[in-house]
């Protein structure tokens, strides 16, 4: 079967950095990308990877591992605002999105 | 207005009682799509419009009726829900459908959340 596994929950400091990982395993892979969604609002999108590297974004960055099955959402200064669920989201070799549970991330003053 | 709303934002009802969710958008994309979402699970696919034509029904209850007028505009109808149907429901739209491109954007709604007694 197809998975994305990320962690459920991920607390962090103001003003630190945190990294939100994701792994998958699917049937084909033509990208990964990653949304966030603010309590009670729609999921935006953030980023998008098909090839390995790193993808900077201001504040926030975006790696994937395609031999690894693996990507990490990187979130540096963080902000009170920061605080909202990360979901990974795979699209398979059929182009179809195959997503994760999605990440909640707390951050503390 | 623009985006993607969705309307109404909260709905209950009763297992018997029948009501449609509304989702409107203005971003001239030609893919339209229902996801559901539980806590603590994936978003599941409910179903794909291309181009005003269903092009996927990932096995959804019957109890849960699509309808695409037109490409700005989608409708899902409930009728008969279950209480494990409480859940968010969210809207998205594309430029292209799911199956064209890896590279392929979703726009999502706010979501109605429907809580079935």
């Known amino acids: 079967g197809q998975n994305i596994d990320q962690p459920t929950e991920m607390t962090a400091t103001e003003g630190a950095i945190v990294q939100i990982n994701c792994t998958y395993q699917?049937?084909?892979?033509?990208?990964l990308f990653w949304y966030q969604q603010h309590a009670g609002e729609a999921p935006t999108f953030l980023s998008y990877?098909?090839l390995d590297g790193l993808e900077e974004k201001g504040r926030f960055s975006s790696f994937l591992s395609r031999s690894k099955g693996y990507s990490y959402l990187l979130l540096k200064e963080l902000q009170m605002k920061d605080s909202a669920s990360y979901l990974c989201?795979?699209?398979?070799?059929?182009?179809?999105?195959?997503w994760g549970a999605g990440t909640k991330l707390i951050i503390k003053p | 207005e623009t985006g993607v709303t969705q309307t109404p934002r909260h709905l209950v009802m009763g297992m018997t009682n029948k009501k449609s969710l509304k989702c409107e958008q203005h971003?001239?994309?030609?893919?339209m799509y229902w996801y559901k979402q539980s806590a603590k699970k994936p978003l599941e696919l409910m179903f794909v419009?291309?181009?005003?034509?269903?092009?996927e029904n990932n096995s959804v209850p019957s109890r849960f009726s699509p309808e695409c007028p037109n490409s700005s505009h989608l409708f899902l109808h409930l009728h008969t829900l279950q209480p494990e149907d409480s859940a968010l429901y969210l809207c998205?739209?594309?430029?292209?459908?799911?199956?064209?491109?890896?590279?392929?954007?979703?726009?999502f709604g706010a979501g109605s959340r429907l809580t079935v007694l």
């Open positions: 998205a739209s594309s430029q292209g459908g799911q199956g064209a491109s890896g590279a392929n954007v979703l726009t």
């Open positions: 971003l001239g994309h030609n893919a």
């Open positions: 419009y291309s181009l005003e034509e269903r092009v």
């Open positions: 699917t049937s084909g892979f033509n990208g």
């Open positions: 990877n098909v």
């Open positions: 989201a795979v699209t398979d070799s059929n182009y179809q999105l195959i």
